[in-house]
């Protein structure tokens, strides 16, 4: 079943506005993810969290994790067209093997 | 340095028909992982290769589907015989660590009318 769970579905804001998404997960995490893909390339790796870490930042993007919500957000400020894809959170359980992808945020950033 | 990449690109067959997926990780990856999108939906994994072993192989969906990762480098994974529900993009991806920063191929999309 679906570790983690982005939310929203989709998200459109104007260039130069922060963008702000959740990941919501259900058991207990090693660490969690975040990968963005754009259109028909393969994802990439952003930014990864520990289950001791409680926030992290890299540029422009501030991933923030809270174990006892089970649940993680992911901002991006200042964005720019070029941000415009689909981001999705992957968690790796404490209790299972398998790194798991939820079903994403598709973010579109108007110039 | 070279990245993930996937080969074809782009697969149509029919039904019942045969395909083989191939993936080329990074160099000196050991991990290698293959996993499916469906219709927008979430990315699902199939299996996880630890150098030439299987890691997991539990989301592979059924015996139609079969990988293979020949002496620890390359990675095949074979439908046969192909289902209309097979079809979806597969991403293939590698890492030096288990689970931890994947470096993802484009994906192969397949289409099975």
């Known amino acids: 079943s679906q570790q983690g769970e982005e939310d929203p579905q989709a998200l459109s804001i104007q260039e130069g506005e922060n963008a702000t998404m959740n990941c919501s997960y259900k058991t207990s995490i090693n660490n969690l993810q975040w990968y963005r893909q754009n259109s028909g390339r393969g994802l990439v790796h952003l930014i990864l969290?520990?289950?001791?870490?409680r926030e992290k930042h890299s540029g422009r993007l501030r991933v923030t994790l809270d174990t006892s919500k089970k649940s993680s957000s992911l901002l991006i400020t200042a964005s720019r067209a070029a941000d415009t894809a689909s981001y999705f959170c992957a968690t790796d359980p404490r209790d299972d093997y398998k790194l798991s992808f939820g079903a994403g945020t598709t973010v579109t950033v108007r110039a | 340095e070279a990245g993930v990449t996937q080969f074809p690109s782009h697969s149509v067959i029919e039904k019942g028909q045969t395909v083989t997926l191939r993936c080329d990780p990074i160099s000196g990856h050991d991990n290698l992982y293959w996993y499916r999108r469906v219709m927008g939906k979430e990315i699902k994994f199939l299996l996880h290769?630890?150098?030439?072993?299987?890691?997991?192989e539990s989301g592979m969906p059924n015996n139609r589907f079969l990988a293979e990762r020949t002496g620890g480098t390359y990675s095949t994974l074979k439908v046969q015989p192909a289902e209309l529900e097979d079809s979806g993009v597969y991403f293939c991806?590698?890492?030096?660590?288990?689970?931890?920063?994947?470096?993802f191929g484009s994906g192969t999309q397949l289409s099975v009318l």
């Open positions: 969290i520990r289950s001791n870490e």
């Open positions: 290769f630890v150098k030439e072993s299987k890691q997991d």
């Open positions: 991806a590698s890492s030096p660590l288990a689970n931890e920063k994947l470096f």
